[in-house]
């Protein structure tokens, strides 16, 4: 049971995470719409639920909880750097 947990919420996890950086990288990222850059702050927030959830489930591995702090860190980072851009 645990195994079809930690697949169902890895693989979710990459696929969303994709689709999204994708989708906001194109339509608005670029042009610097300011609506995107609020938008991006739901890829580090994912990866937060994604950690509580695998330790609530008991499903937590090295490699996901390195992907998500990762994903956290990286995109917290890049949101701070482009702040100004994106508000003033």
Do not use: C, E
Request: no cysteine.
């Amino acid at each position: 049971m645990m195994s079809v947990v930690k697949r169902f919420l890895g693989g979710n996890t990459g696929v969303i995470l994709g689709i999204m950086i994708m989708v906001i990288s194109l339509f608005g990222y670029r042009k610097h719409v300011p609506l995107a850059w609020y938008v991006l702050w739901i890829i580090p927030l994912h990866s937060i639920i994604d950690i509580i959830l695998l330790i609530f489930y008991d499903a937590v591995s090295f490699s996901s909880f390195a992907f998500d702090l990762t994903t956290i860190l990286v995109f917290t980072l890049i949101q701070i750097i482009t702040f100004k851009v994106f508000t003033s």
